[in-house]
């Protein structure tokens, strides 16, 4: 008797934990991105991915996405650098602005990268793990609720606040374009 007593509030209190999980609010966004990097860290069961790009919207949603830094994906092209830090030597992450449409290297990691995206360049993409946080003033404070977990694919796919669409000119090489 006892033991059944003691498995029904295990199990309730577990269903608690999960729904706290989703319907998780902070304060600020340094706790927002630090509980969303640590649970990405643990959904990671293969070690693969190392870094976290962390980018607000002007729709006031917050993404943190974990991937790895040899790819970087096709829209990361358009964000400039606002701050990297590297985390236990072999981990980043990486705050990104919106910039100009001129494609750019990842000065952060040193390095040039593959681009994936579901656009012909390299690997199509079928998941993308992270987080992501809508940005609200409830009684004069702010908040970040945790409004999605896991696979965000389709959701970074769709925000227009988001996503810059890549638009590759057709111009002949020998067109005065690239004449100096």
């Not at 007593?5 to 927002?32: R, T």
């Not at 959904?43 to 729709?59: A, F, K, R």
């Not at 896991?150 to 111009?171: R, T």
């Amino acid at each position: 008797m006892i033991k059944g007593i003691l498995l029904l509030l295990m199990v309730l209190l577990s269903c608690d934990n999960i729904d706290n999980k989703q319907g998780k609010e902070f304060s600020e966004k340094s706790e927002a991105v630090n509980f969303a990097m640590s649970s990405l860290k643990k959904l990671d069961t293969s070690g693969i991915y190392d870094l976290y790009y962390v980018i607000e919207t002007e729709d006031n949603s917050l993404y943190v996405i974990n991937t790895r830094k040899d790819d970087r994906l096709l829209f990361m092209y358009f964000y400039d650098t606002i701050d990297c830090e590297a985390i236990e030597g072999n981990e980043y992450v990486i705050y990104l602005n919106r910039s100009s449409s001129n494609p750019q290297k990842d000065t952060c990691v040193e390095k040039n990268f593959n681009v994936i995206f579901s656009s012909g360049e390299g690997e199509a993409l079928t998941e993308l793990n992270g987080m992501i946080f809508k940005k609200t003033m409830k009684k004069n404070i702010l908040n970040y609720s945790l409004i999605k977990e896991g696979n965000i694919l389709s959701e970074v796919s769709k925000d227009p606040y988001l996503i810059i669409e890549e638009i590759i000119e057709d111009v002949p090489i020998d067109s005065d374009k690239y004449r100096k």
